[in-house]
């Protein structure tokens, strides 16, 4: 195998880059956002909206244990129901399958929690494709923060300069950038990572976009 190759991290999101789930995500920031009115906080909505959901329960447990836990109850309630119904991405097997054959290590990294995150990958047969899987009960801090991509590169002793994130959302970009790991950005909408100035480092419509980008190795030719 080539020495660079099996370097290479390939660090993939979960929801909309390799399933799509039904997780409506503004919903829960939106029953987040209320629950800290209700707790006090004097943030307008408007400013609140555009925060992760993790930051969102962040600041909930600065209000109190209680407070933090109830929102949590939230987002797992949206959780299972929204994974209840998810379905594969197009081509995201063959190409995962392909990626890993060709000597890249895979892992992923999701602000889901840990039993959905198995039970789906169970599901659609992927329990085998990622070396590292990542979920918010291994990080204190989930993304945006970065320390998601530093546990999976530890964890495979690589190097940020070799590794890449594959995500959908600006969470995604922003960890990638706060880790100094490239960003592939996969039906992304752009405006959002205009805004937090975020720049990709490639930006793809197809998850078979990515073999181009890592092909497998090439044969030696005979001298």
């Not at 789930?21 to 004097?42: N, Q, V, W």
């Amino acid at each position: 195998m080539d020495e660079e190759r099996s370097s290479i991290v390939l660090i993939f999101d979960l929801d909309n880059t390799v399933i799509y789930s039904h997780i409506d995500f503004r919903a829960i920031r939106l029953a987040l956002i209320e629950i800290l009115h209700k707790y006090g906080s004097t943030f307008p909505t408007e400013m609140l909206v555009r925060h992760a959901i993790p930051e969102l329960v962040a600041m909930g447990e600065h209000i109190g244990p209680e407070v933090g836990k109830a929102m949590w109850e939230v987002v797992m309630h949206h959780e299972r129901a929204g994974l209840e119904g998810a379905t594969l991405v197009e081509h995201a097997p063959e190409v995962l399958n392909t990626l890993k054959g060709w000597g890249y290590r895979l892992a992923l990294l999701t602000n889901n929690g840990r039993a959905a995150v198995e039970e789906v990958l169970h599901a659609f047969g992927l329990a085998g494709t990622f070396e590292v899987v990542v979920s918010r009960e291994d990080v204190h801090s989930p993304k945006p923060s970065p320390e998601g991509i530093t546990l999976i590169l530890n964890r495979l002793r690589g190097s940020p300069a070799l590794a890449y994130m594959i995500g959908d959302a600006w969470i995604d970009g922003l960890a990638a950038q706060r880790a100094g790991v490239r960003f592939i950005a996969f039906q992304p909408r752009e405006e959002d990572l205009r805004s937090r100035g975020i720049v990709p480092w490639a930006v793809i419509q197809d998850l078979r976009e990515l073999l181009r980008f890592f092909p497998p190795k090439e044969p030696q030719r005979n001298l």
